[in-house]
């Protein structure tokens, strides 16, 4: 169990009309940890994230941020949205902004940062995920592995407390996805609180502090990724792992 908890999930349900999308979710993901999420496609992972940052609202049960229950709307939103950077897979850049703006504008609107600051640090951000030279092309100039790393520089501008990643190589050209993979292992040792959807196995083995395996809903184990990886307790987990590695 975590000691120092950033986010928690009590007893969380939600459901899609009928759908019981997800059932009685508890999680726990401490400060500087890094939970990656697996499992079959439908069983809840996006959904999962997506009520962590409140784009989706819940039926039943808590979630807290550090410390704090999720805010219903208005400021408190905009704030909870700052302070947990999302990743899609697809990467939804503004087009027809240049990426160092596309990385320095929520600064500026949302946190209240002076366009020059906003923009320095747009600069550092962009020379850590290796496109400094890149700063004043539009998006549909970069490859998808260069976009997908604009839109982390650009959750990451915010000081995001937690980054989740909802498949975030999904949609990228098998070779670049390392390129993606790299930056966020960096974001890893430097300790920033993540929680990644996805199926590279390797990223969950070398980064991950604990793989949590969710079916239709439901989460059937949470444990560190060696354990998990070779002795998977459940049948449904076997049955994906076979699938996929
Ligand atoms: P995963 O990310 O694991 O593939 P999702 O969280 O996207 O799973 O979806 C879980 C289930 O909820 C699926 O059966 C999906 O069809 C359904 N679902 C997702 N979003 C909606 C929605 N907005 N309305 C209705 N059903 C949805
Ligand atoms: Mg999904």
Request: glycine residues 8%; proline residues 4%; charged residues 25%.
């Amino acid at each position: 169990m975590a000691v120092d908890p950033l986010i928690e999930l009590r007893d969380v349900n939600k459901y899609y009309g009928q759908l019981h999308v997800l059932q009685d979710i508890n999680l726990t993901v401490g400060r500087g940890e890094v939970v990656v999420v697996i499992g079959p496609s439908g069983s809840g992972k996006s959904t999962l994230c997506r009520t962590v940052n409140r784009l989706e609202t819940i039926e039943s049960g808590s979630i807290t941020i550090d410390g704090q229950p999720l805010p219903e709307e208005g400021k408190g939103l905009a704030k909870l949205r700052a302070d947990v950077g999302m990743v899609f897979q697809s990467f939804n850049l503004f087009a027809h902004k240049t990426v160092l703006a596309n990385v320095a504008l929520a600064p500026v609107k949302v946190r209240g940062r002076s366009k020059g600051d906003a923009h320095r640090r747009a600069h550092e951000l962009l020379d850590r995920v290796g496109l400094a030279s890149q700063a004043d092309k539009y998006p549909a100039q970069l490859s998808g592995g260069q976009q997908q790393r604009v839109a982390i520089a650009r959750a990451l501008a915010m000081d995001p407390k937690v980054m989740l990643f909802d498949e975030p190589t999904s949609a990228l050209d098998p070779e670049m996805i390392n390129e993606v993979l790299e930056v966020m292992q960096q974001l890893a040792r430097e300790g920033m609180t993540m929680v990644v959807v996805t199926h590279e196995m390797g990223f969950a083995r070398s980064a991950a502090n604990r793989v949590v395996f969710m079916s239709d809903g439901c989460i059937i184990e949470d444990r560190a990724p060696e354990d998990f990886f070779t002795h998977p307790e459940s049948d449904r987990a076997k049955d994906f792992l076979s699938k996929i590695l």
